[in-house]
């Protein structure tokens, strides 16, 4: 295959470009926005190994032991997978590698696709292991390249920190080759890796030891980039908070530092002594700030100037230095939101219909279902984090004596990821709740990743697909019913029947994302036995608009699914049985 | 030379290909570009956002900021309206007049903004407003309104009609080059 050899690329996609170049043969991840595409990527090389795991724990413990076996490993998610794979990361942090670890994790500034805006740095600080933080397409790929360096040199884990806008954002990539690497033998060592209390504290003092000897040789480092100008003010930045600092001041001085834990303290301490006010500009927490004040070195801007809030900007640092806002004269402020949908013929639709005509309690769960929040349906109480669901409902059981009307439910690849154990621990402990899994075959809110459930790998070839109902029957559900969303008076009945059950059940929900399986195709239309009841508007679909006051089907967006048609009470809409497409 | 361009619609009209054909534009001219894109949530049918930025010199950070973009290219009225701010003083408007309902609106929990087409006017140096939909409906297939916005933005953009026409063979699927080099030339005449 002949490629030039720059290539316009996704940051996401120079990790994966960098893995493959630095020899990584094995990734297992879990998907989550932003750092979906890095293993999407990865999958397409024929030299990798790549696979979703069910969670992010199995897809670093998966890692950790390819390291092991003498591989280059990656193992990516978002801010909070890392959360849940927390664990076993923050003792391999102390036992080190055999071959290099990265541990890739994308934080959402700004809140895009998540339900919090953690910092992923603390993480990396408190695990004690080096994190690299890259701020475009170039350094992704080139970053990635020099993590398994560190890793293999300094035998640690190494933390690769990116976020949305640089996961996310397209650049001018220089391509390399692919060095291919001999696998690394594995020895026994249990003093290495068996972390028992005699040997954890003595991987503990070595961690220690490592850390200091990296703080100590990353200041020669040319990724912590010292760029003087006009000395009375210097910048100490890293990542994307480098880019907006820059735009906005390009004659200043700046080191913009390329290794973020453990900071580079001697080179930090010369810079701030060559330099006249410092600053500190940095996206999320005060990370680096706070340190470097620790040191008592004096910062004259850091969060008293810059927000901990969103996404930052370069017009944002102009105005906190004192520069005019520029004015706007258009005002838009009367533009109505655009939230997001469910997608015209999601499967989810039917269910959250019948919840909320029946105002179901919904302990709710994260995944396209989620924006069943929203109105019109607005059938759901709850939302935490993945698989939670199943415990609150659990919890809320037992505090209230009550399960009336109410239900836990989450996504095919949520219960998969998570929420098992919870229905473990409600069969258990005696709860008699009734837990909906939607089962659309896929993990559909990061944009269709196959998962246990799929019949398929993350290279799309088959697998063996984890039959849901089995699996329940297995955790003690005695009561499992399986039912198509779109059947709209079977769930009904069903949910009915399940939620005033003296014992625990689970519903099964059964129908194919829209997205992967096609769709009928042939539009449906509002015909003149309309009644304007406006039943259908209260799906929440894409495709139905008000026109001059009535209901109708915009063609060009309906696939022909047909649920409108069914919550008509007048059999007013009907299919006009041509195909568009 | 500097170009910023923004690139505007509703999750799932397909505005990654316009931001990729411009990419790779810049790259085989030489320029350094940046593009920054929406992923994940929104590409269900909220507001989505491209940033496009072309420079002879480094591109810095990969956002557009208010009053910056040369260019808006708005696959439907109510999110030209919405990045209507970010365009210059004087700036080129290119859009696709269909209008898709947000749900507040379609729910009646709020309005469609009154003066929204002669805001668009006022505040644009050029506006083309035009039904890009169908054109690109014309030409085969509604998925084509990218290059149909394309073709009428390309006059705003320096590159030759031999660039377009490579780059649109090299980054279309194979069986649907010649209708998008159609619609790219429709969209010139519109
Ligand atoms: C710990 C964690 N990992 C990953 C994500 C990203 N994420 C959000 S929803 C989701 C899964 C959605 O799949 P599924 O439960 O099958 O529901 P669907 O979207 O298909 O309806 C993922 C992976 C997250 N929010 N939290």
Redesign the pocket.
């Known amino acids: 295959m002949s490629e030039k050899n720059r290539q316009i690329m996704l940051g996401n996609e120079a990790f994966a470009r960098g893995a493959w170049e630095a020899g990584v043969t094995v990734v297992s991840s879990?998907?989550?926005?932003p750092s979906t595409e890095v293993t999407e990527a990865a999958a397409k090389y024929d030299e990798i190994h790549a696979e979703w795991a069910p969670?992010?724990k199995v897809g670093v413990e998966t890692a950790m032991g390819a390291s092991l076996g003498g591989a280059r490993a990656l193992s990516c998610?978002?801010h909070?997978?890392l959360?849940?794979a927390a664990d076993p990361f923050y003792t391999a942090a102390y036992t080190g590698v055999n071959g290099g670890f990265v541990l890739l994790v994308a934080d959402d500034n700004g809140c895009h696709s998540?339900?919090n805006e953690q910092d992923s740095r603390y993480h990396g600080r408190s695990a004690g292991v080096p994190i690299l933080e890259p701020a475009d397409a170039q350094e992704c790929k080139d970053y990635i390249r020099l993590a398994y360096d560190i890793s293999e040199k300094y035998d640690t884990v190494v933390l690769l920190r990116s976020n949305t806008r640089i996961s996310h954002s397209r650049g001018i990539v220089e391509l390399g080759e692919r060095t291919e690497r001999e696998i690394i033998p594995y020895e026994k060592n249990v003093n290495k890796y068996v972390a028992m209390p005699a040997m954890a504290r003595k991987l503990h003092v070595a961690q220690e030891e490592r850390l200091a000897q990296i703080a100590a040789d990353s200041c020669e480092w040319d990724i912590n980039d010292v760029q003087m100008g006009d000395e009375s003010i210097g910048i100490i930045t890293s990542g994307i908070a480098y880019q907006y600092a820059k735009d906005a001041l390009p004659d200043v001085s700046f080191l913009k530092l390329g290794i973020v834990n453990p900071l580079p303290k001697a080179l930090i301490r010369d810079f701030a002594s060559n330099v006249g006010k410092l600053y500190v500009i940095e996206e999320g927490d005060p990370f680096i700030e706070e340190q470097i004040r620790s040191w008592g070195i004096p910062v004259t801007g850091g969060k008293d100037m810059f927000t901990i809030q969103g996404e930052y900007s370069a017009n944002m640092i102009r105005e906190a230095f004192g520069e005019d806002p520029a004015e706007h004269d258009v005002d838009v402020s009367d533009a109505p939101g655009r939230p997001p949908l469910l997608c015209a013929g999601c499967p989810?639709r039917g269910l959250f219909h019948v919840l909320s005509k029946k105002k179901t309690r919904v302990f709710g769960?994260?995944?396209?279902?989620?924006l069943s929040a929203l109105p019109p349906t607005s059938s759901m109480d709850t939302t935490l984090?993945?698989g939670a669901s199943i415990g609150m409902a659990h919890g809320f059981e037992w505090a209230t004596g009550s399960k009336e009307n109410t239900v836990a439910v989450?996504?095919?690849?949520?219960?998969l990821?998570?929420g098992i154990t919870g229905l473990i621990n409600m069969s258990y402990n005696g709860s008699k709740g009734t837990v909906i899994i939607?089962d659309?075959r896929?993990?559909?809110?990061?944009g269709h990743q196959q998962?246990p459930a799929s019949g398929k790998n993350a290279k799309g070839e088959p697998a063996p697909a984890v039959d849901l109902k089995e699996l329940c029957q297995a955790c003690g559900v005695k009561h499992v019913v399986e039912v198509d969303p779109f059947e709209l008076e079977e769930v009904e009945r069903i949910v009915e029947e399940e939620t005033s059950r003296d014992e625990l059940s689970v519903i099964i929900t059964k129908r194919p994302?829209a997205m992967i399986v096609k769709q009928p195709g042939i539009p449906m239309v509002v015909t003149d036995r309309c009644r304007n009841c406006r039943m259908c508007m209260k799906i929440g679909c894409p495709a139905i608009e008000i026109k001059d006051g009535r209901p109708i089907v915009v063609p060009e967006r309906c696939v022909g699914c047909g649920l409108c048609a069914r919550v008509c009470p007048f059999d007013a809409i009907e299919s006009t049985g041509k195909e568009e497409k | 030379m500097k170009t910023n361009i923004l690139i505007v619609g509703v999750g799932g009209q397909g505005t990654l290909l316009a931001s990729v054909l411009l990419g790779n534009l810049a790259l085989e001219d030489g320029y350094d570009v940046k593009l920054s894109e929406v992923h994940g949530m929104s590409q269900r049918g909220g507001s989505v956002v491209t940033h496009v930025k072309i420079s002879d010199e480094k591109v810095g950070a990969p956002l557009i900021e208010e009053g910056e973009a040369d260019i808006i290219l708005a696959f439907e009225q109510l999110e030209a309206y919405r990045w209507l701010p970010w365009l210059k003083e004087g700036g080129s408007l290119y859009v696709n007049v269909q209008q898709i309902l947000p749900m507040p609106v379609v729910l009646g929990d709020a309005p469609w903004p009154e003066n929204l087409e002669e805001a668009l006017k006022q505040r644009a140096g050029k506006v083309k407003a035009f039904n890009a939909l169908e054109i690109a409906e014309e030409c085969g297939s509604d998925k084509a309104v990218n290059v149909v916005l394309l073709g009428a933005a390309a006059r705003d953009l320096p590159f030759s009609e031999e660039a377009w026409m490579r780059v649109i063979s090299e980054k279309v699927k194979g069986n649907f080059v010649e209708m998008n080099k159609f619609a790219f030339q429709r969209g010139q005449q519109a």
């Open positions: 879990y998907p989550g926005t969670n992010e998610m978002k909070v997978g959360n849940v998540s339900q989810h769960d994260i995944g396209c279902y989620t984090c993945m989450l996504g095919d690849s949520t219960f990821h998570s939607l659309n896929i993990t559909g809110m990061t998962n994302c």
